[in-house]
């Protein structure tokens, strides 16, 4: 079955990090803040997935 979540993450940092790189945005702005944000929501669910096909 598809992970939409994991999906709808992952398409939102590509389009946020493509707006960055685009526009040249610097580290502190709301775009790289959120994919800093995304990437820990990131980590977080592969973890909790990784728990529950260990278990």
Known sequence: MADLYLKAL???RRALWAECRLKGLAKDTPQRQRIVEI??????H??????SKAN
């Open 10 to 12: 992952t398409a939102e």
């Open 39 to 44: 990437d820990a929501l990131l980590a977080a």
């Open 46 to 51: 592969k973890a909790k997935q990784d728990a």
